[in-house]
């Protein structure tokens, strides 16, 4: 059975970006730590492949260079219409999330990354989302785009771990039951 992750950072007041999708807040030098990319490559080193949003997915478009190469990437969207051509493994999938799984158990996947927030609520609303790795940036933004909407109802977490960072940053682990 494949296992759903999601690896985010937020805001300390809880946004992952702002209002009109901007993460420069996120990308600022002031945060850089050298050699340390804060558990991101021990993390891909366990993804078969990445399920992103659509909004997210258009977002990764613009960093240089693109980041996911080599690992299958499916744009998970309600356009029907959307349609997109590349040299990397990228599939656009407007399904269900149980025939998501279908799709990518079938490929015998047994880990996949979940990014871009409207997913990653979608997928706890579903009750499918099994771990999530939240960065909190100690800024404070206002408002924006939350890391978290609206539940159906309560999801408890477990505690995996957490460390803090010299650059302010903490890092928690949790596996959701």
């Known amino acids: 059975m494949i296992q759903y992750k999601a690896f985010i ?23 850089k ?18 399920v992103m949003g659509r909004v997210t997915f258009e977002k990764v478009l613009s960093f240089e260079p693109y980041p996911f190469e080599s690992t299958p990437v499916y744009v998970y969207t309600g356009n029907i219409d959307y349609k997109f051509e590349s040299k ?6 407007n399904g269900t999330l149980e ?19 409207k997913l990653i609520q979608h997928f706890i609303n579903e009750r499918m989302l099994n771990e999530i790795t939240i960065t909190r940036i100690p800024i404070l933004i206002g408002s924006g785009l939350p890391l978290f909407g ?28």
């Not at 990397?88 to 999938?93: A, E, G, K, S, V």
Request: hydrophobic content about 35%.
């Open 99 to 117: 025939s998501l799984t279908m799709t990518l158990e079938k490929k015998q996947f047994k880990t996949a990354y979940v990014d871009g927030g």
């Open 150 to 177: 609206n539940l159906t109802k309560d999801q408890k977490l477990e505690h995996i771990q957490t460390m803090a960072y010299p650059n302010g940053f903490v890092q928690s682990k949790y596996q959701l039951t």
């Open 33 to 50: 730590l050298d050699n340390n990319d804060f558990g991101y490559s021990a993390f891909m080193q366990e993804i078969d492949c990445i």
């Open 88 to 93: 990397y493994p990228i599939f656009i999938f």
């Open 9 to 31: 950072a937020s805001s300390l007041d809880g946004f992952i970006a702002r209002s009109n999708g901007s993460i420069d807040w996120l990308t600022s030098d002031a945060y």
